[in-house]
């Protein structure tokens, strides 16, 4: 696709979104409703068929030399699929918030002044890899009265233009209007630059990717962007805990699943629970392959408890020991996204709110613990999107939340923060309502 007709393109979306918003902001709560159930029973109806063009798109990524990871979030498994469908019901059943007045208030001059909820109006979705981020884009854009411009990866082309030829056929069937819903067709890169870049007809962009495509959107974009660039979250396990429940939870929250933007990078634990918790968490994460990059307390504890295996690639695969690694200061930022935990031993709340606070993405972070004050202390100290007690950093999703899915997780302080469902994707405006007052 040429320049011109790369804008062309781009202008034929923003404008065809602009025309589809008008009609989404009035459209009656029950009908978005009703699209949302049929999308729901379309993504049930057509799984067997949206699996054969998923294997299409973790066939080409393969043999393209797709990391692990991203070649996991490709994956339209049934569950998937059935966790979409739900949400998309889950939705269904939420109450409609658009049009809804809050604060309302009598002044002095005899006039009423409050805020109503609208919808934001076109927002520009630019994600990589998981699929499943069309449905959940276009279900919370149908339910919060928005139209929305979806570009995925190309890695994942075939399944997206799948699925979004599903959420029009909902809409059509419900008597919205399709281009409420629009996938960019084409896997040129130049659209997406032209899509940041139309303010007359995007409101704002929301990235879902890798850190090299959030900070170029971030940097390129003409329009506000909602964004979180890294997830590197954190458990802590304080002084005192249940160290069984703290055993759980910090297994869960690193290998439940490795590649989410919620799943914990860096476990710290306070020096008081270090002997009894360490050990046991060690071997769990040795039976799962999992490698520990400690810092020399840590790794002491763990040397001193553990039986252990090479780190070199080649043996690792066939041994099943642990793998203990000390750790850098580059350890305590990463987002690995792999079988791998930097671990630390920390002198007590103070100093894992401290740590927290300068290494981590404020995505996420968790505290373990029985001490309801260090609970109380790590809630209102930590600045992150999402702060847990005693429970796992994968919980941080829209779906968990009860949003019924979500758009992305924002760390951004301004308009959205955490996982973004559909009071995110809406405005408030004020209103006033009066019986013929005028200022003096």
Not at 137 to 161: P, Q, T, V, Y
Not at 190 to 218: C, F, H, N, T
Request: proline share 5%; net charge negative.
């Amino acid at each position: 696709m040429n320049a011109s007709n790369t804008t062309d393109y781009a202008l034929a979306l923003g404008s065809q979104a602009k025309v589809a918003s008008a009609l989404m902001a009035r459209a009656p709560a029950a009908t978005k409703n009703v699209a949302l159930r049929t999308l729901a029973r379309l993504l049930r109806e057509n799984t067997a068929a949206l699996q054969v063009d998923n294997a299409k798109d973790i066939e080409r990524a393969i043999a393209n030399g797709l990391a692990a990871p991203m070649v996991d979030r490709l994956k339209l498994t049934p569950k998937v699929l059935e966790t979409c469908a739900e949400g998309c019901e889950q939705l269904a059943a939420m109450a409609d918030v658009i049009g809804e007045i809050i604060g309302m208030k009598q002044q002095p001059s005899g006039i009423r002044v409050g805020q109503m909820r609208v919808p934001i109006g076109v927002f520009g979705m630019i994600f990589e890899s998981r699929p499943n981020v069309t449905i959940e884009a276009a279900s919370l854009s149908i339910k919060s009265g928005n139209a929305c411009i979806l570009r995925g990866g190309s890695e994942a082309i075939d399944s997206n233009k799948a699925l979004a030829k599903l959420v029009q056929q909902a809409l059509v069937e419900s008597g919205l209007p399709a281009d409420a819903v629009q996938l960019v067709q084409t896997t040129d890169r130049e659209v997406v630059g032209q899509l940041i870049a139309m303010p007359q007809y995007v409101d704002v962009i929301i990235p879902r990717g890798g850190k090299g495509l959030i900070e170029r959107i971030s940097r390129d974009a003409k329009v506000p962007v909602i964004k979180h660039l890294d997830g590197n979250c954190h458990v802590y396990v304080d002084d005192p805990c249940d160290i069984a429940m703290a055993v759980k939870v910090a297994d869960n929250a690193k290998t439940n699943k490795y590649s989410p933007c919620n799943a914990a990078e860096g476990l710290l634990v306070a020096r008081g629970s270090a002997v009894a918790f360490l050990p046991l968490i060690g071997a769990v994460y040795a039976a799962k392959g999992v490698e520990m990059r400690c810092d020399p307390e840590a790794l002491a504890i763990l040397k001193a408890n553990l039986p252990l295996a090479p780190v070199e690639p080649a043996q690792a695969a066939t041994n099943s020991g642990a793998k203990l690694v000390p750790a850098t200061e580059q350890d305590w930022y990463e987002e690995y996204l792999a079988p791998i935990v930097s671990v630390k031993v920390v002198a007590g709340v103070d100093e894992a709110i401290a740590h927290i606070n300068q290494y981590s993405s404020h995505h996420t972070d968790a505290i373990l613990t029985t001490n309801h004050v260090h609970a109380q202390k790590f809630l209102r100290e930590v600045d992150s999107a999402s702060v847990m007690v005693n429970a796992s950093t994968r919980f941080a999703d829209g779906f968990e939340y009860g949003l019924g899915a979500e758009i992305g997780i924002s760390t951004d302080k301004f308009h959205a923060r955490g996982p973004v469902g559909i009071e995110g994707l809406t405005s408030l405006k004020y209103v006033v309502l009066g019986e013929g007052e005028v200022r003096t």
